[in-house]
Structures are given as C-alpha cells and as structure tokens.
C-alpha cells in the first residue's frame, strides 16, 4: 500500500472518529450530479457515466449505513431531464432500471420511488413499484429514489391531490381556502409522512438547488462538492457531514 492511501486512510479514520453522534443528519438528500462530464472528462461514451455513477450509489448506502442515517434521497432524474433526446434518456432509464433491481435484491434497504411517475415508460414505472413492493418490508434504511422528479411538479401534484380530496368530500374553494395550511399540503407531497431533509449534498461544484426538495430543504443545511459524482469519496461524505455537525442550525432565519 503507498504512503498516500495509508494517509488518506488514518485522515478518513481520524473524521471518523470526530463525529458528533449526537449531532449526525438522519435524513440526507443528493444531487448525484456530474455523471455525463466525468465521462466526457476521462473520454468515455455518455451512457459510461451512467454506470458509474450508478455504482457509487450502493457504496454511498453503505456508508451512510455506517453512520445510521434513517434516510436517504437520490435525485437520479429530474422532469426536465426527461425531455432531452431519446437517445440521452434511454440509456440513463436502462441504467435506473438496473439500480433498482440491485438495491431491491440486496435486501439492505427499503426502496421508494418518488416524482411523477406517471411520466415514465410503463416498463420503467413497473420496475420501480417492483422494486418498492420487494423490499417494504425490510427494516433497514429508507432510499428514495427521485425519478423524474422536479420541485414545481411536486408542489403543482400536491395542490392538485389536495384539491382532488376536498372536491370528493365535497368541501367548497371557499371553505377550503379558511382552512388550508401547510401541513395540507405537506401531506400531499412525494414524501408525505417523511421528515424533511437535515443535509442536503451536491456534487459537481454546481452551487444551485435545480428544483431538488424546495418544499422540503426550507431549513436544510446545504455542501457543495466540487467533484463529480463517480470521483465522490467517503471522505468527501464525511467533511459533508462534519460540516453540518459544526453549524449552529436557525430553524426559521
């Protein structure tokens, strides 16, 4: 082993060990970004970034295993992402598809899809629910898996369930309009009955949320990771959550 693993090792080692285990997120989001530019980056086909960063997802779960997170969001594909070229989209679909069913086998982790789902080919949508119905029974941690999923949808989905219930009790707008509050709506989100997330990651050294959790990381903490998602080390990880262990968090400032 050189003398720079064996470093890097005892630094990964020591961040370890000054963790706050009182003062951990329990609910972390990411934008798995970088994909495509890694593969530009090191001269492979598109679809090679995929792969990639799809393989990194499972060693991600695992550290957050680790560390007891209860929670974990992946945005793997947003609305928008949907409308690019066929030939862009597949291959990401193909590979999503793939992940699931590994995660799903596994048995490590209970698996739910989260965004318009309606919007997704049949044979994707049917994989997703698949992979959820496997594995709603396994007590580890929770993944959502965000796929063609967008904050301005979600928001838009939600108002239109609530709308949707009160029109079959047949609450008026009016009577709805005296009564509506954020919990209402909160509760017609993706991720109803799921606490908001403490942390949220980007990699890429992109600094912007894109539409990820807007409803959600009201209150969160953000880290913004200069690397691409596949070159995205545990060490990476651990300054993400140490940072976030040393903010004094202002709930509402």
Known sequence: MSIRRVAYDLYERRLLRELP???LPQHVGVMCDGNRRWARGIGAEIEG?????????????????QLHIELVTLWLLSTDNLGR???????????????????????????????ALDMLPAATMTRLKAAEEKTADVEG??????????????????VRS???????????????ADVI???????HLYTKGQPDPDLVIRTSGEQRLGGFLLWQSAQS?????????????RVDFLRAVRAYAQRERRFGS
Not at 49 to 65: H, M, R, S
Not at 95 to 108: Q, S
């Open 21 to 23: 285990t009182d003062r």
């Open 141 to 158: 941690m929770t993944v959502n898996i965000a796929v063609a999923y967008g904050g301005r949808r979600e928001l838009a989905d939600a």
């Open 49 to 65: 970034g995929y792969v990639a960063g799809a393989d990194k997802i499972e060693e991600f779960l695992g550290w957050c295993d």
């Open 181 to 187: 509050d954020m919990e209402h709506i909160a509760e």
């Open 162 to 176: 609530l709308l949707h219930e009160h029109a079959e009790r047949g609450t008026t707008l009016e009577e709805l």
């Open 85 to 115: 070229p066929a030939e862009q989209v597949g291959p990401l679909l193909s590979v999503i598809e793939d992940l699931v069913d590994e995660l799903a086998a596994k048995g490590r982790w209970r698996v739910h899809p989260v965004g």
């Open 221 to 233: 903490e953000f880290y913004f990771c200069e690397a691409y998602w596949p070159d995205f080390r």
